[in-house]
Nanobody, 126 residues
């Protein structure tokens, strides 16, 4: 049973930066995809950034140029560096994982991920 625990969410001013972290336990799969998704009140969950075990990444347009996803396999950690945050980035951010090797074009779709963390709140004020 994979357990994902996120941390790093906070309240920041617009233009600020945050780094989210996700620690995975019970992870036994070398082939995988992991990623960050977010959900704002009244909106659907959306993909932010994802990374595969073979090094492919995929970013949503909202994240391109501002966010960077990375992972440390030795520590079973996933990170999301977020710069130049905007009020519209306010949401609950979730870490997700799957042991399926996904095609790049579907990696941002939440329906392919079967393990989810509880989320960490990011609030950006103007």
């Amino acid at each position: 049973q994979v357990k994902l625990v996120e941390s790093g969410g906070d309240s920041v001013q617009a233009g600020g930066s945050l780094t989210l972290s996700c620690v995975a336990s019970g992870w036994e799969y070398s082939t995988h995809c992991m990623g960050w998704f977010r959900q704002a009140p009244g909106k659907e969950r959306e993909g932010v950034a994802v990374i595969s075990s073979d090094g492919r990444t995929n970013y949503a347009d909202l994240a391109e140029g501002r966010f960077t996803i990375s992972e440390d396999n030795a520590k079973d950690m996933l990170y999301l560096q977020m710069n130049n945050l905007k009020p519209e980035d306010t949401a609950m951010y979730y870490c997700a994982a799957t042991d399926n090797g996904l095609q790049t074009y579907i990696m941002l779709e939440a329906r392919w991920y079967d393990s989810w963390g509880q989320g960490t709140q990011v609030t950006v004020s103007s």
